[in-house]
T-cell receptor, first 112, second 114 residues
Framework: QKEVEQDPGPLSVPEGAIVSLNCTYS??????FMWYRQYSRKGPELLMY??SSGNKEDGRFTAQVDKSSKYISLFIRDSQPSDSATYLC???WGGGSEKLVFGKGTKLTVNP | GAGVSQSPRYKVAKRGQDVALRCDPI?????LFWYQQALGQGPEFLTY????????KSGLPSDRFFAERPEGSVSTLKIQRTQQEDSAVYLC????????????FGPGTRLTVT
């Protein structure tokens, strides 16, 4: 079992839909949780960065962390064709290790 | 300001050749990371520098892989005697170096070994 599991999709939704992306993890030592967006042939771009359990909102994006269930989510409201990309969850232990452990990525297509 | 840059963007090597991949981090960023991303997979950690010190190289897949950052700025990832399984995108990221600071990625170098 990998430390971070993410459904690779692909996921296809109509423009304006609410998108829900999820990751589960097995290592309870993870403290910091991130979502990256990666367009084709580009590097990952940091979208959301959260510490510990709870919600964080930034525009159309909401990140949720449930440490008791070892489950994190990213919600995209009013999805746009420009949101079409691969979304990667990532996490690290904190305490100076700094190396990120990534999920496999979910490929999202938003259809106009 | 300028982000993380990597060169070359694409590299084709014949099996057995040595390659060198370069990363220019964001100015002032103390920490620098290398990741390997296979097709359809998430990035996997290779190695980590804080300034010029290589603090973690646990992800390097074999002793054919070597990384350096001699002056604490630009870094080079070298792969000796390339094999087909080395074909991947090699990503560089940098951060300010605070505990679990946000990492900013470059565009990657796509290496194809034929």
């Amino acid at each position: 079992q990998k430390e971070v599991e993410q459904d690779p999709g692909p996921l296809s939704v109509p423009e304006g839909a609410i998108v829900s992306l999820n990751c589960t993890y097995s290592n309870s030592a993870f403290q910091y949780f991130m979502w990256y967006r990666q367009y084709s042939r580009k590097g990952p771009e940091l979208l959301m960065y959260t510490y510990s359990s709870g919600n964080k909102e930034d525009g159309r994006f909401t990140a949720q962390v449930d440490k008791s269930s070892k489950y994190i989510s990213l919600f995209i409201r009013d999805s746009q064709p420009s949101d079409s990309a691969t979304y990667l969850c990532a996490m690290d232990w904190g305490g100076g290790s700094e190396k990120l452990v990534f999920g496999k990525g979910t490929k999202l297509t938003v259809n106009p | 300001g300028a982000g993380v840059s990597q060169s070359p963007r694409y590299k084709v090597a014949k099996r057995g050749q040595d390659v060198a991949l370069r990363c220019d981090p964001i100015s002032g960023h103390v920490s620098l990371f290398w990741y390997q991303q296979a097709l359809g997979q998430g990035p996997e950690f290779l190695t980590y520098f804080q300034n010029e010190a290589q603090l973690d190289k646990s992800g390097l897949p074999s002793d054919r892989f070597f990384a350096e950052r001699p002056e604490g700025s630009v870094s080079t990832l070298k792969i000796q005697r390339t094999q087909q399984e080395d074909s991947a995108v090699y990503l560089c990221a940098s951060s300010l170096g605070q505990l679990s600071g946000e990492q900013y990625f470059g565009p990657g170098t796509r290496l194809t070994v034929t």
